[in-house]
């Protein structure tokens, strides 16, 4: 099992590049020193349109040959995700191949693996997006030869292409992201904040007309044209490891409402800790949990004895993505735990009585 690599915000980026730009060595104790004078770079970055789905990767290594994974555990037929490795099983001489063109790029080593990981999307996997308009598809969005350490070496969108290009017998509900319309920014981390309207600009536009789900024939008369947001992947030399990659998502999969000023009031600050809650724990992140806690891609179904393990969860993932906006806030996170854990089991009884 070789995980795709957690996409992380714009603001992290932001601070990991000045903090690589800015670095300066150690000092006697060991501690990093940091020069503000040394300019931050300008760098080039490729978006891809994210689409909305489940995790899914196909992989091959000597030993052990082909598998199938989700995001979390190694699948198989019998015991499937959405049904991506029966999908997979049914074209197994197709993927082998495919695999098989991506380690003539990467040439796959004794102690290697070759790794392709995409998005298994349409159909029932999730709702009220362009693509669910369309049958079950998977789109690939990323190949990597992964060593024994894990450290991955990744295949460049114009080799995903041509790998797609010598691979026979592609059936039509596989496409690679690039097939798609793809975007490009260069952002100036000396002035990060100037490229942020430009990315929101972008990502409203494909959040009310999918691209992906348009180029495919979707239309407003048959659902939902929404689409989810863009992957930003740098391609400047140097700087094209996944630690740089980060994802913009549109506000209709976040909330309007934004944290209040605080005042000495108390209706003002439960106001304000209410609004905080519902910003940093959006209903897709509820689906989200819901789908990881009671597996309801799978035929599982959302349980009132499961209220604990799905508000642990939520606050899990709340904690690994948000924590420095709950900071900014001025809030802590035993202050907003309580409105978390209500939106969450709010959202629970809501699912369970549909």
């Known amino acids: 099992m070789i995980k795709f690599p957690s996409i992380q915000q714009y603001r992290n980026v932001v601070h990991d ?3 690589r730009a800015q670095y300066a060595g150690k000092d ?3 501690n990093v020193i940091y020069d503000t004078t040394k300019p931050n770079p300008t760098l080039n970055f490729q978006g891809t349109v994210k689409l909305h789905g489940t995790n899914a990767g196909i992989a091959t290594a000597l030993k052990s040959g082909m598998w199938t994974q989700s995001r979390e555990n190694i699948i198989t037929p019998q015991s499937d995700n959405a049904g991506f490795s029966m999908f997979v099983h049914a074209n197994r001489v ?6 098989y063109q991506a380690t003539m790029i990467k040439p796959l080593g004794a102690q290697d693996a070759m790794l392709i990981f995409g998005e ?4 029932s996997i999730q709702k009220n997006v362009a693509i669910t308009q369309f049958p079950k598809m998977f789109v690939v969005f990323g190949m990597a030869l992964v ?3 894990g450290e991955k070496a990744w295949v460049t969108s114009a080799q995903v292409q041509e790998v797609f290009s010598k691979t026979s017998g592609i059936p039509a509900n596989v ?3 690039y097939q798609f319309p793809t975007y490009s920014i260069d952002i100036d981390f000396a002035r990060p904040h100037d490229s942020q309207n430009k990315l929101s600009e972008m990502t409203i536009a494909v959040e009310d007309e999918c691209p992906v789900g348009k180029q495919l024939g979707a239309t407003p008369e048959k659902g939902s044209m929404v689409g989810e947001g ?4 740098c391609t400047t030399p140097g700087y094209e490891d996944s630690g740089n990659w980060f994802k913009v998502k549109g506000e209709k999969h976040a909330p309007k409402n934004k ?12 106001d304000a800790i209410t609004a905080l809650a519902q910003e940093v724990c959006p209903e897709w992140r509820l689906e989200q949990m819901l789908q990881q806690t009671f597996n309801t891609l799978n035929g599982g179904r959302p349980d009132i004895k499961g209220t604990g393990e799905f508000i642990k969860a939520v606050m899990a993932d709340v904690l690994k993505e948000e924590l420095d906006t709950i900071a900014a806030s001025g809030f802590t996170t035993k202050d907003i735990t309580g409105s978390i854990a209500k939106l969450a089991r709010d959202h629970l009884i809501k699912e369970i009585s549909v």
Not at 120 to 123: K, R, S, T
Not at 259 to 270: G, I, M, P
Request: negative net charge.
């Open 17 to 19: 590049v000045t903090s």
């Open 28 to 30: 006697e104790n060991d």
């Open 94 to 99: 197709m993927f082998e191949e495919m695999l």
């Open 120 to 123: 298994w999307c349409g159909g």
């Open 147 to 149: 060593d024994a350490e």
């Open 175 to 177: 496409y690679n992201i």
């Open 230 to 233: 863009i992957v930003w992947k």
């Open 259 to 270: 944290v209040k000023t605080l005042s000495e009031v108390d209706v003002a600050r439960v």
